[in-house]
């Protein structure tokens, strides 16, 4: 048997679609259905959740937590987790403000204007940097993804708001005269009707399908997390992809802050506090895996609309914002709940499937093939 | 029931358990059908069979794990229904699986009474547990203080502490599921002695391995398992090595002789003084000074015991670890410096031992398992490409005979011998000069092994590969290897060309010879 015309088995192939099965689609599509779900709940409650200008405001909302989860995405797939990223966007945003207030160089006597696109590879740089001593920490110096990302947490919020001296930077439209007007145009605006958050948001959403489904790169990082030690003795620098995917959540973190003061037209340090949570939401609600290994983008877009579309529902029909936090939890637990009921459902399938192995299998392939032949029969009685 | 007297020297070999037309299936597929199994009391009953024949399905219905699709287990005389394993416990059955169930965090005697401690008036009664682990320890011979902690145990001492916890719950059956796996051949003989001791006190035995002649120095009774059936039973007396092979697969099997026919090209693979610092005991060397050459078309196997150093210096070779001192030439280039993915990419390559935890990513597919090592060759500037996946992938399933539903399949679906070629694959497909395998035939069934060893013979003839495996069955050494090299304690110990006997082998290894 050399039947390799389906070859698209766990992450690559959902990231399209790939071919579909009722069954496969009702548990994987539980994020969609749910959104599904929020609309038309919300549709009945609200005449004016249904309409396309709700949709858009809406979705520049959803575009930070989506970017915010992207990242997320990259790290959990590794078997890693980063809780700096609502800090790194609430200091990107800050340093963003700071540069668009003038940098100035006391020696020389002279006031500096970066213009826009300066100031967003520079604050993408910075974003870069916490990453990398996330990343550095964690995979040359062992120190727990845990605790290293929750040292810059504290670190990167710590940062933004000596910075400012916990005040808010409110002047960031720049002007004409100094050159570094466009900040607006990175969440604020609109381009063909659509905030350009979404836009940033759908261009790295593709960036990310690219790199995981297309690349070594993706390869590599879906290896990493569902065995680190297998794929180090297969030849993947395991280290580098591991500082790789903390940059990148890092980078992620900032685009989100550039977007979200550009929102606000304002860059307060105290901006983001808590996202990191909600970006881990998202990914969960996406079905991947905290253990690594297992997700993808689809999934995690999908959940950051859901938590999205959710929270803005509920404050447009009124709801107490206590009650949002309220609601918000219960989504993410029955979220998961359902992820362990799939998994666990997998897991008597396996028992009945694999004598040995104790290690959850991969979902597409397992419910794809129907338990038949002969490789099943021997796998089922392995002794 | 009067058949079934307590009387031990009456009872003796007199049937306790039997399972009785003994069926499961899993949907469609017939793991066991109608299979009659009987224990006897105070003997050994071996269970033999193939992966997948249904030893180990046999063996989980036994104790309670699952339970018949049809068909009946009598307990003394009286049909029994297990629905959990504290059932088929509280009954005097228990199971020790392959991979051992201890705490290892825990010391022995809090794992001996997990689940079970003693409380007493001021919570748990820790002296009293001490005594009783003690004493278990004892009977056991096999005085270990009941307060080390297990992970500080050696795996055959883990493995009588498993044993220490059957017996503190009063088992009278104990279902032992491939112990000898890992151990040394002393750690062996420990187990086997302690297997002697438990018939002497009654207790009745099931033993599933796949180390053959091994299972044939203890057991009294041998029950072959084929495709779910059971294909022959027969006491210890009445039969011999030969009649369990011919059993299990149905046919003679051999594992291959050297390849021959051939010009061996030069010493591809040089290992100069390869030194190997001990993680746990500083200035102890897991490998001492060993020089290795092997040639272009060459295989060599390296036998030695557990904890010999075979394990750490493939490692080291192939790029993982620290290497203390020595080096090692490839075509005569020091690759010393080199990570592992650039020794791939030089073409060395290391299948490793333990495939679950080393070789396979259980949340790939097959074919990306497969693809894993050799990205780059269907790499273009930054993007895969697909089509040319599937020729590596569809390459590699058909060069070494993956029996799967696709390259799409889960790897959990597949056999352990499938599995292994699986890995073997991998390494493969990045078109290696020299590969290094750690145990290829650890786990996998005879005619698995006997394929495994076909391919590499192969390799070696067909495309000059050098080949270097390692194994603990000495039966394997004598296969198709050009040479043999054994190691002990960390050196080289002895080395020799094809004519050697297994005695030889045996005695170089520091192996007490088995008489």
Not at chain 1, 73 to 88: A, H, K, P, Q
Not at chain 1, 356 to 382: C, H, I, L, M
Not at chain 2, 454 to 463: C, D, F, N, V, Y
Request: aromatic share 6%.
């Amino acid at each position: 048997m050399s039947d390799v015309s389906q070859d698209n088995g766990n992450g690559r192939g959902k990231l399209f679609g790939g071919d579909f099965d009722i069954k496969r689609a009702l548990l994987e599509g539980r994020a969609f259905f749910a959104l599904i779900a929020i609309i038309v709940i919300f549709s009945i409650l609200s005449p004016v959740y249904f309409s396309t200008s709700n949709f858009l405001t809406m979705s520049s909302h959803v575009a930070i937590f989506g970017l915010l989860s992207l990242g997320m995405l990259l790290v959990i797939l590794t078997g890693g987790i980063d809780l700096s990223v609502g800090s790194t966007l609430g200091l990107a945003g800050v340093f963003a403000g700071f540069l668009m207030q003038g940098v100035s160089f006391e020696i020389l006597g002279v006031v500096f204007y970066p213009p826009v696109w300066v100031v967003v590879i520079l604050t993408c740089g910075l974003g870069a940097l916490v990453g990398a001593i996330n990343g550095v920490l964690i995979a040359y110096f062992k120190v727990p993804a845990f605790v290293a990302t929750l040292g810059l947490l504290y670190v990167a919020r710590g940062v933004a708001l000596l910075m400012t001296d916990g005040l808010t930077y409110n002047n960031l439209g720049g002007s004409p005269e100094l050159g570094n007007t466009g900040f607006d145009w990175l969440g604020f605006n609109r381009l063909l009707g659509v905030p350009v958050g979404v836009w940033v948001l759908a261009a790295v959403a593709i960036l990310c399908v690219l790199a995981l489904s297309r690349t070594p790169f993706g390869r590599w990082v879906y290896s990493t997390g569902g065995n680190a030690r297998a794929a180090e003795l297969s030849g993947v620098p395991v280290k580098r992809v591991q500082v790789l995917v903390y940059v990148l959540s890092g980078i992620c973190a900032a685009i989100a802050g550039l977007v979200l003061s550009s929102q606000l037209t304002s860059a307060g340090p105290t901006a983001g506090t808590t996202y990191e949570l909600t970006a881990i939401a998202g990914v969960v609600i996406g079905g991947a895996a905290l253990s690594g290994g297992r997700g993808n983008v689809r999934g995690t877009l999908l959940g950051a609309f859901v938590i999205g579309f959710l929270s803005d529902g509920l404050v447009i029909i009124g709801v107490s914002s206590y009650w949002q936090t309220v609601f918000t939890g219960a989504v993410i637990i029955l979220a998961v709940l359902l992820n362990s009921i799939q998994y666990s459902g997998r897991k008597t399938q396996q028992a009945s499937s694999d004598g040995k192995t104790t290690s959850p299998q991969s979902e597409s392939a397992t419910e794809r093939s129907p338990v038949s032949g002969s490789t099943a029969g021997n796998a089922g009685t392995q002794s | 029931m009067s058949e079934y007297v307590t009387n031990q020297e009456e009872a003796l070999g007199k049937v306790i358990l039997s399972a009785r037309n003994i069926a499961k299936s899993f949907g469609n597929v017939h793991a066991l059908k109608a299979v009659n199994f009987d224990v006897h009391y105070g003997q050994v009953t071996t269970l033999f069979g193939e992966n997948g024949a249904g030893k180990s399905t046999l063996m989980k219905i036994l104790s309670g794990v699952m339970q018949p699709s049809s068909g009946e287990i009598v307990l003394e005389g009286e049909p029994v229904r297990f629905s959990s394993t504290t059932e088929a416990q509280r009954q005097g059955i228990s199971i020790i699986h392959q991979e051992l169930s201890l705490a290892p965090n825990l010391n022995v005697r809090d794992n001996v009474f997990m689940g079970r401690e003693i409380v007493g008036k001021g919570g748990v009664d820790y002296t009293e547990e001490s005594r009783q682990t003690r004493q278990l320890m004892e009977e056991l011979n096999e005085p270990i203080d009941p307060l080390t902690p297990v992970e500080d145990l050696r795996l055959g001492q883990q493995q009588i502490v498993e044993i220490a916890r059957a017996l503190s719950i009063n088992s009278r059956i104990l279902i032992m599921d491939e112990p000898t796996s890992a151990l040394s051949a002393s750690e062996v003989e420990v187990l086997f002695r302690v297997i002697r001791d438990l018939k002497s006190r009654g207790v009745s035995l099931v033993y599933i391995s796949h180390h053959l002649e091994e299972a044939l120095t203890i057991t009294d009774h041998a029950v072959v398992l084929r495709d779910g059936r059971m294909t022959a039973y027969a006491a210890r007396a009445e039969i011999d090595l030969e009649w369990i092979v011919r059993n299990m697969v149905g046919e003679n099997f051999d594992l291959g002789s050297p390849p021959d026919g051939y010009a061996m090209g030069d010493a591809v693979l040089s290992i100069e003084g390869v030194t190997v610092p001990d993680a746990s005991v500083p200035g102890r060397a897991v490998v001492d000074d060993v020089s290795l050459s092997v040639r272009a078309g060459e295989i060599v196997c390296i036998y030695g015991l557990m904890g010999a150093g075979r394990t750490e210096l493939l490692e080291s070779v192939a790029g993982r670890g620290d290497m203390a001192a020595g080096r090692v030439l490839l075509h005569g280039e020091n690759i010393s410096r080199l990570s592992i993915a650039e020794r791939i990419e030089q073409g060395l390559v290391l299948v490793p031992e333990d495939r679950q935890r080393d070789g396979l990513v259980q949340t790939m597919s097959v074919g990306e398992n497969l693809s894993l090592a050799s990205i780059g060759a269907f790499t273009k500037g930054l993007l895969t490409s697909r089509g040319r996946e599937h020729h590596v992938v569809r390459d590699s399933i058909s060069n070494v005979h993956i029996k799967t539903d696709g390259a799409a399949a889960s790897i959990g679906s597949l056999s352990g011998g499938n599995q292994q070629k699986v890995v073997i694959g991998k390494m493969m497909a990045t078109h290696p000069r020299v590969v290094l395998l750690d145990e290829p035939s650890r786990g996998i069934d005879i005619g698995a092994k006997a394929e495994v060893f076909r391919l590499l013979s192969e390799g070696a003839a067909q495309q000059g590969l050098a080949v270097v495996f390692s194994t603990s069955e000495v039966g394997e050494c004598l296969s198709i290897a050009h040479r043999i090299v054994v190691m002990s304690r960390g050196r080289m110990a002895a080395e020799f060309g094809v004519d050697a006997t297994k005695e030889e082998i045996m005695a170089a290894s520091g192996e007490a010879v088995v008489a």
